[in-house]
């Protein structure tokens, strides 16, 4: 069993991280504790490996903390820099045992979207990116389609592509959509949707779709749980789930 | 039998429309001609319908032909405005048991995609086109796409239907798609692709999606054919192949 | 105003359809009633139309009441015979200013789904019904697959098509689904999904989609409401939402 | 350049490989052979690799001349058997320089998806696959679908995951689809479809879907060009196009 504690435990992601960490094998949640808890109680409780889905003002103290006393963390907050992350790398060069992971997105389906999207991107001219959500979303594309594109456009570049094959020449504003790096994008709001992607893939007479669908935020706490078994194995900083499911 | 002729025979539409009535029960192929020909040779193959695929230009003196020649007339030839249309009603009205049907579209599939949109519309408070094409078409979004949306939001406003729910603030341009009427449309061009449409209505918990998959013109004879054989019994100006398909 | 209350409000469907009225304009919650309520307390309360979402061993008892305190009915509780319909018919016989309501789904979009599919089915060779739900389902194919298969093959029957195109010689038991009819329904059962389904129509080169997909039980209480709405205006026995829709 | 011969040139697949080799860059067609021709016409011709579409009868002759004449071969001709295989390295033994591809799909979009759902079937305790074909399709289901679910049949055992989740108690025969290791296969067969396939994942509140869709035998050629570009530094037996991707 590994012990765990969750920061944040009032939130909505961190109170369903606090149920999913007690449900799961192997897993033993030990302490929920928020804003007004002190991080001692941490080390009171036996925490090994802390869940931490706070706020960007409160988390590099609690990374501090953690890798201070020997704690391994999963990190869902936002917010993370260049900069920032090098803080955090210099903090663990001192403690060579200790494990971190920070992950923007731990829905397992979107990683491997993200990840085979990339892998698949310089077999095919075309490639397009649609996301769907709920009409309540005060951005568009969202940020997985942003950096799904991003990293479909490097992907392409590595590999000398040119631009994707487009004769448009009469467009209503906006038909094709936003270009992120060369790819386009389309955001599609809608009732009754919750938050929904598919990537196109178009060679000669072919087409290769990969679409994630996410119905509830509870669909980002299997790869939480996978976060927090694997961490203690991964000594030193990680970013992105995708390192811990060993694809290759 | 009917007795059927092709204009415009030699056009790759015209030579699908040629090898579809061939094939059709009940049809009978008496003429193909094209712009070498005198229209005199419809009289004399004993034609009672012409399917006239040919060009703006000629369009016209074709159709007053055959109303003055007591032939029925099923046209695909595009360039139809209110007063070419208003004259074509003016010769029909002294040739009473003449029937004309003019279809911006002969797949019936699509143009039931069109009508079922049309009759969706008003029960959700959300929609939303993606249109799909090849990369080399220029025009963006398609025409069927553009008309659709057309008929969604004209049943939108006959319900009293206010907007379309969006909440987005930031946008990078082009993502949220072109506005037809008040509907999004969105229009992706991939290689691998022919020429493809989805219409998604949103509510509460729910989604309704009607989509259209065509994989070449042929998609079109179905539709052609089902005009030559109805024409004969429906005097008059018929403008859209949903008027033949008796969808109430 | 419309004064409303419902029967069986402790029930799941009812407690949503009690939510549901309350939230709704022109309709106002005058009762919540469930096994324990005497039926006056309808009469005591002022309903004009009550909501049953009960069992079978209640419903017709309830039914009678109604009508004879001429209370409109809106019911979605299951086990209508013929004979039950027979039966509430006699009694709205006596009472001619009356309207009830007996719907089997109250989803505007399965309900579209459903009467769409019936209406193109005889323009399309082929036919096939995939339903997608989650894996906690107890019967495949789902009963909304099961009649829209029968509504499909009733279509075709009427319009003297032959069986769908098969050639299939060698087949791994259970490939090509379940017939129901002459149409083939496959019923996939997968975590992470609630209810789905997908009718496809095939013709020469082109395909018709109509997909319905339902995240939640919520997503009846549209169709609650606007039966509520409507039945004041429409004496005698309705069965089905289709009709309230007035689609054509 | 390297110097391509098709053997099989007069049939449909080697017809339509020799005239990819042709439209391709860095590739030049030095000899087009079928039944007729004699293999020395290869050595004549200077060709360095040979592209086989010809027939389980033939092939092993063909590959055995190819590689004691130091010509690299892309095969495309089915009915290899781990004997043949064996017979193949036997020969290659004793040829250090020269490279073989055997591969069962040329299809680049399919061999993705295959990987892909290779890759993911560890991360999901649901999974179903979907393939849609034209009519006139004997077997069901289709090749690929079938070696797709032995994959991930493959991939679940060596990761110790249980059975699929399923509840069902009621199913009309055939409704679960067709069971190739512990997936359940189902197979559409309609008009208007030509080679397609969904493989679906899902885990807690989301799903992963990944989907090929072929419209011509054309869609294997940028497959075999890839092979006949790589082949060349690919030394000894090679089965699978995937291994010519580098996916890592």
């Excluded at 075309?126 to 951005?139: F, N, R």
């Excluded at 040119?162 to 709001?189: I, K, L, M, Y």
């Excluded at 990537?199 to 669908?213: A, S």
Aim: aromatic residues 4%; contains cysteine; proline residues 4%.
């Amino acid at each position: 069993m590994v012990n765990v504690a969750v920061l944040g435990a009032r939130g909505r992601m961190g109170a369903e991280a606090a149920r999913a960490v007690q449900a799961a094998d192997k897993l033993d949640l030990v302490a929920e504790l928020d804003v007004d808890n002190r991080l001692e109680e941490l080390v009171e409780a036996g925490a090994e490996v802390v869940v931490d889905f706070t706020h960007p003002e409160a988390v590099m103290d609690n990374l501090r903390f953690c890798v201070e006393h020997g704690i391994h963390a999963v990190v869902g907050t936002t917010g993370f820099t260049d900069e920032r992350l090098d803080q955090v790398r210099g903090w663990l060069a001192d403690a060579p045992g200790v494990g971190v992971l920070i992950a923007p997105n731990f829905s397992v389906g979107a990683v491997l979207m993200m990840r085979f999207a990339e892998q698949a991107a310089r077999f095919f001219p075309s490639v397009e990116v649609v996301e769907l959500h709920h009409p309540l979303k005060a951005d568009a594309p969202s940020g997985t389609a942003g950096r799904t594109a991003e990293l479909i456009s490097a992907a392409r570049r590595r590999a000398g592509m040119g631009n994707v094959p487009d004769a448009t020449t009469q467009e209503v504003d906006g038909a094709r959509g936003a270009r992120v790096g060369d790819v386009h994008v389309h955001s599609v709001r809608l009732s009754g949707l919750v938050a929904h992607q598919e990537v196109l893939f178009g060679g000669q007479d072919e087409t290769l779709t990969i679409r994630h669908d996410s119905l509830a935020r509870t669909s980002f706490m299997p790869g939480v749980v996978l976060g927090a078994r694997t961490v203690v194995e991964r000594p030193g900083l990680t970013v992105g789930l995708e390192h811990y499911l060993d694809l290759d």
